[in-house]
């Protein structure tokens, strides 16, 4: 059975950093990309990051360039989503996405196979 399981979610300050990880299972993940989507209350689910197989091409969205930075490590078949100067804003449940297809458009919300649980993130101000 596939799974991903994220965690690292909790409240936190404006300006403070937080880390997201996303362990997956039941597949081999190297091959296919993954990402990250977010959704915050009332509002409809949005992408937020992604990452090819290799690791070599990143995605983001406009909102959080420059201040979310992901990365993948393949032999722990697990994701991380570093967040950086968290505002108010990005407060929101976060899921881990990922593709069967190698080059799966995640960034465009297209492919999109797998999805976690989410793990929520609060930001006061």
């Known amino acids: 059975q596939v799974r991903l399981d994220e965690s690292g979610g909790g409240l936190v300050q404006a300006g403070d950093s937080l880390r997201l990880s996303c362990a997956a299972s039941?597949?081999?993940?190297?091959?296919?990309?993954m990402g990250w989507f977010r959704q915050a209350p009332g509002k409809e689910r949005e992408f937020v990051a992604a990452?090819?197989?290799?690791?070599?091409?990143?995605y983001y969205a406009d909102s959080v360039k420059g201040r979310f930075t992901i990365s993948r490590e393949n032999a722990r078949n697990t994701v991380f989503l570093q967040m950086y100067s968290l505002k108010p804003e990005d407060t929101a449940v976060y899921y881990c996405?990922?593709?069967?297809?190698?080059?799966?458009?995640?960034?465009?919300?297209?492919?999109?196979?797998?999805w976690g649980k989410g793990t929520p993130v609060t930001v006061s101000s």
């Open positions: 996405v990922s593709s069967r297809q190698p080059h799966g458009r995640i960034s465009q919300g297209q492919d999109i196979d797998y």
């Open positions: 039941g597949r081999t993940f190297s091959f296919y990309p």
């Open positions: 990452i090819s197989w290799s690791g070599g091409t990143t």
